[in-house]
């Protein structure tokens, strides 16, 4: 079972808009950064959100996160069929250990 | 354009020891500021964090992990690698290495990019 608990499964309509909750606690997100990543079926992970909100260069604005006490959250806009991925939020525990969420699949339908 | 490579046996018996290696590309291992790290993917799961290395030999691990796993660094061929002892079918994962922001100053960052494409590693007699 994973320290940071995510929705196994969202889904939406093409060009809506869809959020996914990551939720943990003041040992993990309440007190450190939180990170968001997109896994396209058969391929590696990839960074989509650091610091809370920050987005890598070449990743498109539709993507934003943020965090309030001890969750946080990714929201996609004008989603497409493209986004169809598995969804993973990471941050720092206080055990001294990186965690990740369970991951979330988004369906665009 | 950094660039990561798993490489290291597929399959590796119950018992033994399970050992991979990551070369860097385009970049270097000894740069400030970064970590390097091992994640793993169980198949059909979600992502488990190892551990993570700074070029100067400073480890993390995770504490669930801890006494199986070593992770040391080879920074005159720009490499780090994996050692996971007394494996088990669970330790039968994808794994993936990949450069960490990792920077403890109050709040802590732990982010990671870019990933290697990740290697299928079965534990089986």
């Known amino acids: 079972q994973s320290v940071l608990t995510q929705p196994p499964s969202v889904s939406a309509a093409p060009g809506q808009k869809v959020t996914i909750s990551c939720s943990g606690s003041?040992?993990?997100?309440?007190?450190?950064?939180v990170s968001w990543y997109q896994q396209l079926p058969g391929t590696a992970p990839k960074l989509l959100i650091y610091?809370?909100?920050k987005r890598p260069s070449g990743i498109p604005d539709r993507f934003s996160g943020s965090k309030s006490g001890t969750s946080a959250t990714l929201g996609i806009t004008g989603l497409q069929t493209g986004d169809e991925a598995d969804y993973y939020c990471?941050?720092?525990?206080?055990?001294?250990?990186?965690?990740f969420g369970g991951g979330t699949k988004l369906t665009v339908l | 354009q950094l660039q990561l490579q798993e490489s290291g046996p597929g399959l590796v018996k119950p018992s033994e020891t399970l050992s991979l290696t990551c070369t860097v590309s385009?970049?270097?291992?000894?740069?400030?500021?970064?970590?390097w790290g091992w994640i793993r993917q169980p198949p059909g799961k979600g992502l488990e964090w190892i551990g993570s290395?700074?070029?100067?030999?400073?480890?993390y691990y995770n504490p669930s992990l801890k006494s199986r796993v070593t992770i040391s660094v080879d920074t005159s061929k720009n490499q780090f690698s994996l050692k996971l002892s007394s494996v088990t079918a669970a330790d039968t994962a994808v794994y993936y290495c990949?450069?960490?922001?990792?920077?403890?100053?109050?709040?802590?960052?732990?982010?990671?990019?870019?990933w290697g494409q990740g290697t299928l590693v079965t534990v089986s007699s």
């Open positions: 990471g941050t720092w525990d206080s055990s001294l250990s990186g965690v």
């Open positions: 610091d809370n909100n």
């Open positions: 003041s040992s993990n997100i309440g007190n450190n950064y």
């Open positions: 290395i700074y070029y100067s030999g400073s480890t």
């Open positions: 990949a450069r960490s922001l990792f920077y403890i100053v109050g709040a802590t960052k732990n982010w990671f990019d870019p």
């Open positions: 385009g970049g270097s291992i000894s740069s400030s500021s970064y970590y």
